[in-house]
């Protein structure tokens, strides 16, 4: 049993370039968001979806996209990055609060 | 707007002392507060949750107090040990929401 496993852990982009987060979790979650984890800033919740086929908008979602075609996998994607999306990105996962939230490991972004 | 408010920002405790984090809000829709733990490089894991029907609850050395009248929640780190250095976070969400809402977190250091 794996939990939520964030590929890659760390990530140098250029400015102007994409790239995709992965997430995926093997716990039947219904429910799966990305945050962002900036010093000072806590966790902000870009983008968040209650099961396959839906999403929608977090506090912070511009520059970011996501989809869910399975229950498993939630990508990222950075259309554009830019230096303001140099951060610690998060992938959670939960089914309906019980035990809380289980959070992926990580990534660390550097945009130059 | 920040909807959860966490202090203090930082908290250094001597080892066998009591650590007090806080927390308010201002949505009274919220109706679950969980607290979660961050030691560095790994993702927060969710260390205790209260709903508002009950003013306090225990486990182990971690207690909750939430008092609903003044809409705010506290964290009680009894007996402090070194292995308690982390950040802690707390959030909240509204019933059949699965959306957490995050505090900006504090860093606790416990000296030995």
């Known amino acids: 049993n794996a939990g939520v496993t964030q590929t890659p852990k760390f990530q140098v982009l250029k400015t102007g370039q994409s790239m995709t987060l992965q997430c995926a979790q093997d716990m039947n979650h219904e429910y799966m968001s990305w945050y962002r984890q900036d010093p000072g800033m806590g966790l902000r919740l870009i983008h968040y979806s209650v099961g396959a086929g839906i999403t929608d908008q977090g506090e912070v979602p511009n520059g970011y996209n996501v989809s869910r075609s399975t229950t498993e996998d939630f990508p990222l994607r950075l259309l554009s990055a830019a230096p303001s999306q140099t951060s610690v990105y998060f992938c959670?996962?939960?089914?309906?609060?019980?035990?809380?939230?289980?959070f992926g490991s990580g990534t660390r972004l550097t945009v130059v | 707007q920040q909807q959860v408010k966490q202090s203090p920002q930082s908290l250094i405790v001597q080892k066998g002392g009591i650590s007090i984090i806080n927390c308010a809000y201002e949505?009274?829709?919220?109706?679950?507060f969980p607290w979660y733990q961050q030691f560095p490089g790994k993702g927060p894991a969710l260390l205790i949750a209260?709903?508002?029907?009950?003013s306090e609850k225990k486990e182990g050395r971690f207690t909750i107090s939430f008092n609903k009248s003044a809409k705010q929640f506290s964290l009680h780190i009894m007996d402090s040990q070194p292995g308690d250095s982390a950040t802690y976070f707390c959030?909240?969400?509204?019933?059949?929401?699965?959306?957490?809402?995050f505090g900006k977190g504090t860093k606790l250091t416990v000296n030995p």
């Open positions: 949505n009274t829709a919220f109706d679950y």
């Open positions: 959030a909240a969400s509204m019933d059949g929401s699965e959306k957490l809402v």
């Open positions: 959670a996962s939960s089914y309906r609060q019980v035990g809380g939230y289980t």
């Open positions: 209260i709903r508002p029907d009950v």
